[in-house]
């Protein structure tokens, strides 16, 4: 049995269907979760369920304090607080043994997250929270251009389409949310690194707040990025729109053909001088292809998909399209680290 514990119910909807998803399965113990001292009117906010009504529902103990928590000894956390917390969270998780999952982001300024790179050991999981990794067009597409289905990759357009996030007052809060750009980031640029493979060296960026006052931050960004190899990413950000579909739109240029994916009933639609193909019908779940995958990591050390250093990169390359726009320039991405 693994037993694997809940801190946070910030996250909402991830907080509670990553647990409902792990409580079904045979070889897993709920052993415990913790609200982080809210109230239950804030836990309701985020994640329609009282604290104590989750616990009732997962016959698990309910505890108020994380410390309180990791005291139990479980032998894997889920990270699912507000984004600021999530990197000193996982360091002390980290410290005493426990193998962690990070709801996305781990974190949307280097400085929240950089310690953690003293904790790591070979023997513990950290894996990062990112679910379109784990989406079937997108883990079709990226399988597609590994193996050389359109040849070199020499540009890539990702399009995320996403409410914004402000019925929660702390997402609202940039100080503690990271904003649009610092909670969908990882979205844009960890999936253009993982698909392509290749990092942003240079980028622009101009955005603005255009449909959601409540959040004093950039609502609509787009950002140029150029791969080092002088390849090229566009990445757009809608989160003031107020429709959510397409959810996310991505379009691969190689030098053999082109490869798309849209959040619609197909995975992709590859298209070249063979002619037009449709993929398979989608049916995804990606909140268990997440918590399948964090168990895989845990059991077989299997390699995080998405790891603190992709997570690195991410906040780095959040900091220079924030830098960009102060500017009004190009800027380099310094994201090894």
């Known amino acids: ?42 836990v309701m906010e985020c994640a329609f369920i009282s604290a104590k009504d989750f616990a009732g529902e997962l016959n698990t103990a309910l505890y108020h ?24 969270m996982a360091e002390m998780a980290l410290k005493k ?21 003293s904790v790591l050991r070979k023997d513990l999981c950290l894996l990062c929270g990112n679910p379109l990794k784990y989406e079937q067009g997108i883990v079709e597409l990226h399988d597609l251009i590994k193996n050389g289905e359109i040849g070199v990759v020499y540009s890539i357009r990702i399009m995320l389409n996403h409410l914004a996030m402000t019925r929660q007052e702390w997402e609202r809060d940039k100080s503690l949310s990271g904003g649009p750009l610092g909670t969908y980031g990882v979205y844009l640029f960890d999936l253009a690194r993982w698909l392509t493979g290749k990092s942003i060296g240079r980028l622009v960026a101009t955005g603005g707040n255009y449909a959601t006052p409540q959040i004093e931050d950039y609502d609509t960004v787009k950002i140029l990025g150029l791969h080092e ?14 429709h959510d579909y397409p959810f996310i739109q991505v379009e691969a240029i190689g030098e053999k053909g082109t490869l798309i994916t849209k959040y619609d009933n197909y995975t992709l639609v590859g298209q070249s001088e063979k002619g037009v193909r449709f993929g398979a019908l989608r049916n995804t779940d990606m909140t268990a292809g997440e918590m399948d995958h964090f168990l895989d990591c845990i059991k077989n050390r299997k390699p995080e998909r998405c790891s603190y250093y992709d997570m690195v990169y991410v906040v780095k390359c959040i900091e220079a399209a924030r830098e960009s726009m102060r500017q009004g320039s190009f800027v380099d991405v310094e994201w090894r680290d």
């Open 97 to 117: 043994g426990i193998h962690v999952f990070v709801s996305k982001p781990l974190g949307f300024a280097y400085e929240h997250i950089k310690n953690l790179k």
């Open 229 to 242: 190899d002088n390849t090229q990413c566009l990445l757009e950000l809608y989160s003031g729109i107020k």
């Open 1 to 42: 049995m693994i037993r694997i514990s809940l801190a946070g119910f910030s996250q909402g909807y991830y907080a509670v269907n990553y647990m409902r998803y792990l409580s079904r399965l045979k070889d897993i113990e709920i052993a415990g979760i913790c609200d982080m001292g809210k109230d239950e009117k804030y």
């Open 65 to 88: 304090s994380y410390e309180e928590l990791l005291e139990k000894k479980p032998d894997a956390v889920l990270i699912c607080s507000e984004t600021k917390e999530h990197g000193i």
